[in-house]
């Protein structure tokens, strides 16, 4: 069994949610019985930008807020007014993967409405609701879809491909702009000037000021390959970095090890 559940970014932050964790919760006023373990999960973002988002797998059952086993990932802070949340059912969802924008191969809703099968579902007739189930014929167009991009690629080069893909996923969590805002906010607060925590180079002081004022990346301190189940980020995971030693941290899959070299580098480090 394979469902949609829809949100709508104007009363949720959807994008900033997913930035923010691998295991998310999903208002569910309907269809809760019939919501399985192991069941596939499509997140869809309504608004002016619609489409499927983020896949994932049910794994935890329906279930009111107060007896969620990771309450941490309500993300109650994103709701615009509490009082749109749909109901305080929650289902929880491990996601596999997330694809905020085009260029990062989220699937648009002119592309399900163009399908010859998906253009059928009520997602796309009557998209009023939350949850949307999927019939075993829709599931497999919806995944073709998704896979488009990853399926004509050999054996070999499969784990290169999807190396690719656990770099974009990482690079997304460090773009969850409120954390960023915060981040840089707290920096300037203490230091008066944003400056690369590693080399401490300042776009305010290289570039013209219309380019170089304000300007910093994020780098996410927490390795990828730690994030297997509920990640929350705060301001202490990110390091305020400038662009090319962003682009150092990530040269290798090691980017830990990578970031402590850069930091005994430029002597912030023993």
């Not at 329906?62 to 309450?71: I, K, L």
């Not at 491990?94 to 009520?122: F, I, S, W």
């Amino acid at each position: 069994m394979a469902w949609i559940f829809q949100g709508n970014p104007n009363k949720f932050d959807i994008d900033d949610y997913l930035s923010r964790y691998s295991f998310i919760y999903w208002s569910t006023p309907t269809n809760q019985k019939d919501l399985k373990f192991g069941d596939r999960a499509f997140i869809w973002r309504a608004g002016a930008q619609p489409g499927v988002v983020a896949i994932g797998i049910i794994r935890e059952l329906p279930t009111s807020r107060e007896n969620v086993n990771t309450p941490e990932a309500l993300g109650d802070d994103l709701w615009t007014n509490q009082q749109d949340e749909p109901t305080d059912i929650k289902v929880g969802i491990q996601v596999d993967e997330a694809r905020l924008t085009p260029d990062e191969g989220m699937l648009q809703r002119y592309q399900l409405k163009e399908h010859p099968t998906l253009r059928k579902n009520r997602i796309i007739t009557n998209p009023v609701g939350t949850v949307f189930r999927l019939k075993s014929d829709e599931t497999d167009a919806l995944m073709g879809l998704w896979k488009v991009g990853y399926t004509d690629i050999d054996e070999k080069n499969y784990s290169a491909m999807e190396g690719v893909a656990q770099l974009r996923s990482h690079y997304r969590r460090e773009r969850s702009r409120k954390l960023i805002n915060l981040k840089k906010e707290q920096y300037k607060k203490i230091n008066g000037k944003l400056r690369c925590e590693i080399c401490g180079l300042s776009f305010e002081e290289v570039y013209p000021k219309a380019l170089g004022d304000d300007f910093i990346e994020a780098h996410h301190k927490i390795p990828l390959a730690q994030i297997n189940q509920v990640i929350r980020t705060t301001l202490d995971d990110l390091l305020l970095v400038c662009s090319n030693c962003h682009r150092m941290i990530h040269r290798t899959k090691d980017c830990e090890e990578n970031l402590e070299l850069l930091l005994k580098h430029f002597g912030k480090l023993e």
